[in-house]
């Protein structure tokens, strides 16, 4: 049981535990008024429990079972896992004290997947009367981002070379497009190699052997998991050959689109 604090130095000054279950770390009052106002809702592995690009209704709480946070889901329906979340960890917040749409999906991971909605309503009329609660949500947002940015600065400051296996990239993509990276990444494989040049997180410029622009881009993706690549922010072509008016992720969706229609094509 927390002590109750008085002041908002008393409230940063708490302790925050990582990977202890947020309802297990604010004061019980508030735990208890959470869980009184939530739904309860369960789901099947595979199942979408918080939709990316939308705006979130509810905070929630995974009650029961295991979920994963994914990057864009592709038309084929694949996609990327980015975090794991176990049971006690809480989602949907930023999009509710941001009023913008989150930025990934979740996903069930297992049937029998139990997860507490509390609607956004609700939500918002509790931190009203409980602004220390922010303190807490804070910290939590803050070890997620720190962990991104840990991982992100490891990569870029020891200049490995990324395996599409292990971190395909559009996912990294997204991370340049959202952290508004200007830099070129270096792709190879199999002898051959090129480059995208980002510009605040837009591609800018591609170009692979011979080909340049919307092509080289298509080129560079078709290559798939076999491509190795690296980031080199100190590297930027004198060009710009791909139209930046389009979203990284909707030009990549698109190479991507193309791809599958001329591989159809050819059978």
Not at 1 to 22: R, S
Not at 160 to 187: C, H, N, W, Y
Request: a negative charge; one cysteine or more; aromatic letters at 8%.
């Amino acid at each position: 049981m927390m002590k109750p604090h008085t002041g908002i130095g008393d409230w940063i000054a708490a302790n925050y535990e990582l990977g202890t279950p947020f309802l297990q770390q604010v004061p019980r009052d508030c735990a208890d008024y959470l869980l009184l106002n939530a739904q309860i809702r369960e789901y099947d592995a595979g199942e979408i429990i918080i939709n990316g690009g939308t705006v979130g209704d509810s905070f929630c709480v995974l009650q029961s079972g295991s979920a994963v946070i994914c990057g864009q889901i592709l038309a084929d329906g694949h996609y990327n896992t980015l975090a794991s979340l176990n049971v006690g960890a809480c989602f949907g917040e930023m999009s509710i004290i941001c009023n913008e749409p989150t930025s990934n999906t979740v996903i069930a991971a297992e049937d029998g997947c139990t997860v507490l909605h509390v609607p956004r309503d609700e939500f918002v009329k509790f931190l009203d009367k409980n602004p220390n609660i922010m303190v807490y949500l804070y910290k939590v947002v803050a070890d997620r981002l720190r962990a991104k940015n840990q991982a992100f600065d490891e990569f870029e400051r020891l200049s490995l070379l990324a395996s599409g296996k292990v971190l395909p990239f559009i996912d990294f993509a997204q991370t340049m497009e959202k952290s508004r990276i200007t830099g070129t990444v270096l792709f190879e494989s199999n002898g051959e190699n090129g480059f995208i040049a980002f510009q605040d997180g837009r591609i800018c410029c591609a170009k692979c052997g011979k080909l340049a622009g919307p092509d080289a881009l298509e080129k560079l993706l078709s290559w798939g998991d076999e491509t190795l690549f690296k980031l080199d922010t100190h590297l930027m072509p004198g060009i710009v050959n791909i139209n930046q008016m389009s979203d990284t992720t909707s030009l990549i969706l698109d190479a991507l689109r193309n791809i599958d229609e001329k591989q159809s094509a050819q059978h």
